[in-house]
């Protein structure tokens, strides 16, 4: 065998192995210096092979990726006082509901796609034979990688930040909650930083961009900055500034706009962990009066083997009754998630209109302990009060004192995609609640709820 073809030969042997795998691809510097010593090759050639393999050993660890999840979650419910009071003339309800999505995602290097279809219903809802139904898209976003640390996520979105308080994807509620916009997102080792603007229109137009809504519930458009950093092993510093404008209800060309600004300082040492956040609004609400109010949260938590503890507070400010003024003085809690914090019968949920404006304080104690690794039992413990005056229709001030409720919570795991949860909520009400809610004091309002999720990953495929 000439020199030539023993050249041949080796680039051949080469070439299929660095395109076979990776285990023979880390391989060929080796072997290409023993090739070179043999005179078998030139250093020239040995280099140019490496350089070949080390290019397509690049390549196939950036794999094109496309998976197939689905979500199917379907709850059972009874209700006799859940969000109202009962009375003398009300019944319980008991009803099912269901969420069924399927979840596809693609990458490829510097790019993915992810969107999430979603149906929702009550359980005989649309009868046996109806060809009607719910289906809509929950989530459609592309992510742009500029480098492996900077990126756009560009579409329709969920937001979830810090703790879920003020932006979050509001996962009890069966349809969810997503945004549609996009999001500029740096994720560093020590911080991590996401500026989004979101953006709402009624539909298609030549002229006006009109989006009033007939309730406070939605905005015309939103700018949110969240920066989260690690000061040092013990304390961790964020911050969250957003702006979220309003068309006014009289003339489409004016914009109300409402800021929020505050954040969080976290510390934590061994089983012991301890935060305060704090967050201010200004700027004015959608009728053009002036805002002014806070939120405050303090907490403290304790693991001690299978049990963890926390106490802390929400505090919400809110408008004198007994007082006029020219602000606004009652915090709204932007599009977080109050159902995990104020209680899971969701009596104050809808700010301000759930308080009468009167704001809300909420000292509250919850209970964690793992009786193993797929089971673990909850309770959650609050006491509810005005924080400040609200009248009744007779025009007296009430008590501040609302409630006590109690929500027990059993979880089950039963594998890596099937999950059990079994929940019973029970309220003392107080009379001034009734100015709040309607309904009967005297009456005890029961939850309960059976939930089962199942979230396997259908497909997988790699290439």
Excluded: C
């Excluded at 060309?253 to 505050?262: D, F, H, I, W």
């Amino acid at each position: 065998m000439n020199r030539t073809n023993k050249k041949l030969i080796a680039i051949l042997v080469f070439l299929i192995s660095g395109f076979g795998a990776n285990t023979f691809a880390q391989n060929n510097k080796t072997l290409t210096d023993i090739l070179v010593q043999k005179k078998i090759i030139t250093q020239r050639e040995a280099d140019s092979i490496n350089s070949a393999n080390a290019f397509t050993e690049k390549t196939n660890s950036k794999n094109r990726n496309f998976t197939i999840g689905v979500e199917f979650r379907p709850r059972m419910e009874y209700r006799d006082g859940y969000r109202k009071l009962p009375n003398d003339t009300t019944s319980a309800a008991i009803f099912a509901t269901q969420r069924s999505r399927i979840n596809l995602d693609f990458s490829m290097p510097k790019f993915k796609f992810h969107t999430s279809i979603q149906d929702l219903r009550v359980w005989g809802q649309y009868g046996q034979s109806s060809t009607s139904g719910s289906l809509n898209v929950f989530e459609a976003y592309a992510e742009a990688y500029l480098s492996d640390d900077y990126f756009f996520r560009i579409g329709r979105q969920k937001v979830e930040l810090d703790n879920g308080r003020l932006f979050s994807a509001a996962n009890w509620s069966q349809a969810a909650r997503a945004h549609d916009g996009i999001n500029f997102i740096i994720k560093k080792q020590k911080f991590s930083s996401e500026l989004m603007t979101f953006f709402n229109q009624t539909s298609e137009a030549y002229f006006e961009t009109n989006f009033s809504p007939t309730t406070f519930t939605n905005y015309k458009w939103l700018s949110v900055h969240y920066f989260k950093t690690k000061i040092n092993n013990n304390f961790t510093l964020t911050t969250l500034n957003s702006a979220d404008g309003y068309q006014s209800k009289t003339n489409s060309k004016t914009m109300y706009v409402r800021a929020t600004s505050g954040g969080r300082i976290e510390y934590e040492k061994g089983n012991f962990y301890a935060t305060l956040s704090g967050y201010y609004q200004y700027g004015k609400i959608q009728s053009g009066q002036n805002v002014k109010a806070y939120y405050l949260q303090p907490e403290l938590q304790y693991k001690y083997k299978k049990l963890s503890a926390k106490l802390g507070a929400e505090i919400m400010s809110g408008d004198d009754a007994n007082e006029t003024s020219e602000y606004f003085k009652s915090f709204v809690p932007l599009y977080g998630v109050a159902h995990r914090f104020m209680g899971t019968m969701d009596y104050f949920i809808n700010f301000p209109s759930d308080l009468k404006n009167g704001g809300l304080i909420d000292p509250y104690l919850f209970l964690n302990y793992d009786l193993s690794k797929k089971i673990s039992i909850r309770s959650d413990i609050h006491l509810f009060y005005l924080q400040n005056n609200v009248k009744n229709t007779s025009g007296k001030v009430i008590d501040k004192f609302l409630a006590f409720e109690n929500d027990l919570l059993f979880n089950y795991k039963v594998n890596n995609f099937t999950k059990i949860e079994f929940g019973v909520s029970y309220m003392s009400p107080q009379k001034p609640l009734e100015t709040l809610s309607g309904g009967n004091s005297s009456r005890t309002p029961i939850w309960s709820y059976l939930m089962i999720t199942f979230n396997p990953e259908l497909f997988n495929l790699k290439n």
